[in-house]
């Protein structure tokens, strides 16, 4: 079955400079969510989109922007990046339509380390 | 407010161990919904199960099994005759019914031959 599919996974930025990170949810799914994750910490939630609206907004920094596409893909634009940047980020996809509340389901993240 | 509480930072077992990891929730909803996640040292997040908050039957899949307890607001989560593939960070998390997920802080497990 098809996943979610994040690029890069891995990315070297400097401080100061700009990175987009992209997600392709799982077809036909409605939900898209963007989480970052520090070192040895829990996903923090920083914006979702349903409906390629923005549907919630979490702590996520001014310097950080998203938006979903027509085709439902999304982008992470993160701009004058700083070394606290550096973690994980994940993109995550479900389906809210029912109001099931079906589970999220995680791209394998992409690794941001900025130098 | 809604919150998850693993307590367990980091718990080492023998291989062939079983292993409880605990998750405690807190919320004011009575509709909601509960999942586990595993996080290898891989780094993605792998989706275990996910339970409504009106469905308290426990489940169990292979080794794995999962203890939902409403009147302790507890959704333990039991690994039986681990094994060293099993070592892993493993996240609980409440959903409510606005499509909000809070995660707890992880358990570590790690798995030792």
């Known amino acids: 079955a098809a996943g979610v599919i994040q690029s890069p996974r891995h990315l070297i930025k400097e401080k100061r400079e700009t990175a987009t990170l992209k997600c392709y949810p799982i077809p036909r799914h409605d939900t898209v969510y963007w989480y970052q994750q520090g070192p040895g910490q829990d996903p923090q939630f920083l914006i979702s989109?349903?409906?390629?609206?923005?549907?919630d907004k979490g702590s996520i920094p001014d310097r950080f922007s998203a938006q979903q596409f027509s085709d439902y893909h999304s982008e992470l634009n993160m701009s004058s990046l700083e070394l606290g940047d550096s973690a994980l980020y994940f993109c995550?996809?479900?389906?809210?339509?029912?109001?099931?509340?079906?589970?999220?389901?995680f791209g394998n993240g992409t690794r941001l380390t900025v130098t | 407010a809604q919150k998850v509480t693993q307590a367990q930072t980091e718990i080492s077992v023998v291989e062939k161990e079983d292993v409880t990891l605990d998750c405690v929730y807190e919320?004011?909803?009575?509709?909601?919904?509960l999942f586990w996640y595993k996080q290898p040292p891989s780094g993605e997040l792998v989706f275990l199960i996910r339970r409504n908050s009106f469905d308290e039957q426990n489940e169990i899949s292979g080794r794995y099994s999962w203890n939902f307890q409403k009147s302790t607001s507890s959704f333990n989560f039991t690994i039986t005759a681990s094994q060293v593939v099993d070592s892993a960070v493993y996240f609980c998390a409440l959903g409510d019914n606005f499509n909000k997920f809070y995660f707890g802080s992880g358990t570590k497990l790690n798995v030792k031959p």
């Open positions: 919320t004011r909803d009575t509709t909601y919904y």
């Open positions: 995550a996809s479900s389906f809210s339509g029912s109001g099931s509340n079906s589970p999220l389901h």
């Open positions: 989109f349903y409906e390629k609206m923005q549907s």
